[in-house]
């Protein structure tokens, strides 16, 4: 659907039909849609949701210099960039992430206050879609605390599910994980 949405903002009135054929044809409409949870199931209670979860402070006014250990010198490049950007998570950390494989996510998050770079607690691989509908394998904002992981932990096939972490002190604290449905 959203391909049809895409394709239809994008053409004139006479465009539009051929433009939504060539969607169909895409196979855009082959998915079927996955029906949401209703609130307070047993699918979405208890599910950490960002805005359970505020941010504890606001960016500085200016950032700190990036402070690289032995380990974090191997992604010296990716820390430097976001070291060097706005706020985008927690109120004043940086999270960047990057590819480590097919479908497999890895990335750090570094305190704009102090310049100390936090790894994610492991890399997500094969990840599907949250119960609160999260489609990302990486969810995060810039006014919550929280982090969502979305896939198998580590590229291992175990703890496939939807994993809420929470960065307190420069740590990720775990909260829960979901594992995902079996498949039919």
Do not use: K
């Not at 590819?99 to 997500?124: H, K, Q």
């Amino acid at each position: 659907m959203q391909i049809i949405r895409r394709a239809a903002a994008l053409c004139s009135a006479t465009l539009c039909s051929a433009a939504i054929v060539l969607a169909l044809a895409a196979g855009a409409l082959a998915q079927p849609a996955r029906p949401a949870s209703p609130p307070g199931s047993a699918a979405t209670s208890g599910i950490p949701r960002f805005e359970s979860h505020p941010a504890a402070a606001g960016p500085p006014e200016r950032n700190a210099p990036l402070v690289l250990t032995r380990r974090d010198r191997e992604y010296r490049t990716r820390l430097r960039a976001a070291a060097a950007g706005p706020a985008n998570f927690a109120g004043h950390y940086v999270l960047t992430s990057w590819g480590c494989g097919t479908e497999c996510r890895y990335g750090a998050a570094v305190n704009l206050r102090t310049g100390r770079v936090t790894f994610l607690p492991f890399a997500t691989c094969c990840f599907g879609e949250a119960p609160d509908g999260t489609e990302d394998a990486i969810a995060f904002r810039r006014d919550s605390s929280l982090l969502v992981l979305l896939g198998m932990t580590d590229d291992r096939g175990a703890g496939a599910g939807t994993h809420y972490y929470r960065i307190r002190g420069d740590r990720f604290v775990h909260l829960r994980s979901v594992p995902f449905p079996p498949r039919r």
